[in-house]
């Protein structure tokens, strides 16, 4: 005899029932037991625990605690999210901060995204001289040449890192670096400091400082970073744009990170 109910005609297919659960579990921030949901979806209690334990198992959901039998979203759900954030959403929380850093600096300024296996630019203030063109919304940075994807690249795991950067590179001037094994010592050097530089290394005569945007719990994918001249970004006033671009950064991740758990609240 057939099933009268959606509740349970969902619930007699198994993939259903993981994504019933993550709805469930999305509603109680705090936290809700195995014997809750089981309760909600009409499953015995060893069947619900067992069904959250495999959630549990690839990091979909977590204990809300550490001395509790109560369940929340995990952080690698949550980093999904984070990663299918679309540019509009970043772009819209981040362009009065990147404004700031424009006024502050009198340089062009950009937030960079990486994006599966490239690093390109979504969003830019700039003063109307020859930087403009060259930082256009969609500009893919090169890896191993621009301070933007260094700032990113710095802070992923080596197994990336070496995907990108150990293989024939492209050497766009006489600065380019693109030896492996001197790219990594630079991004060690990155990772500590927070800070990356690109100085003639893509476009003769150009310069870049940058920082990541770095948000608890989620994967690096954006930095910010300033760029110009040699003269007027290195130069002139080098010390105080590199503590200008680390500060904006760090400003940034905050106000990120914020409306990224709004959002997450939202979304679930």
């Known amino acids: 005899m057939a099933k009268s109910t959606t509740t349970k005609a969902a619930t007699e297919k198994p993939l259903e029932r993981y994504v019933r659960i993550l709805e469930i579990v999305a509603g109680f921030p705090d936290g809700i037991s195995g014997t809750a949901v089981g309760e909600m979806l009409d499953l015995p209690k060893a069947s619900a625990y067992r069904l959250m334990k495999s959630l549990a198992d690839v990091e979909l959901i977590e204990p809300s605690g550490p001395k509790t039998a109560n369940f929340k979203l995990g952080r690698r ?29 009198g340089q062009a300024c950009f937030i960079a995204r990486l994006a599966g296996d490239s690093v390109r630019s979504v969003d830019m203030v700039a003063p109307d001289n020859l930087v403009r063109a060259y930082i256009v919304p969609g500009h893919e940075i090169p890896a191993h040449a621009g301070a933007s994807a260094k700032a990113i690249l710095a802070f992923q795991d080596p197994n990336f890192i070496a995907s990108m950067l150990d293989k024939p590179l492209k050497r766009f001037t006489a ?15 990155v990772r500590k400091t927070g800070v990356a530089y ?10 870049a400082i ?32 590199v503590a200008l ?14 409306q990224f758990q709004q959002t997450l609240k939202i979304a679930v």
Request: charged content about 30%; proline content about 2%; glycine content about 6%.
């Open 210 to 241: 940058a920082a990541p945007i770095r948000i608890d719990g989620q994967r690096t994918q954006h930095s910010l970073c300033v760029t110009g001249t040699i003269q007027g970004i290195i130069d002139t006033n080098r010390e105080l744009n």
């Open 245 to 258: 671009v680390r500060r904006m950064a760090e400003k940034l991740s905050k106000i990120l990170e914020k």
């Open 175 to 189: 600065a380019t670096k693109v030896d492996f094994d001197v790219l990594v010592e630079e991004l060690q050097l």
């Open 77 to 105: 759900l949550e980093r999904l999210l984070f990663s299918g954030a679309s540019d509009e959403w970043f772009k819209a929380v981040a362009r009065p901060t990147l404004q700031e850093l424009s006024e502050k600096t």
């Open 198 to 207: 690109c100085i003639g290394e893509d476009v003769d005569g150009f310069a």
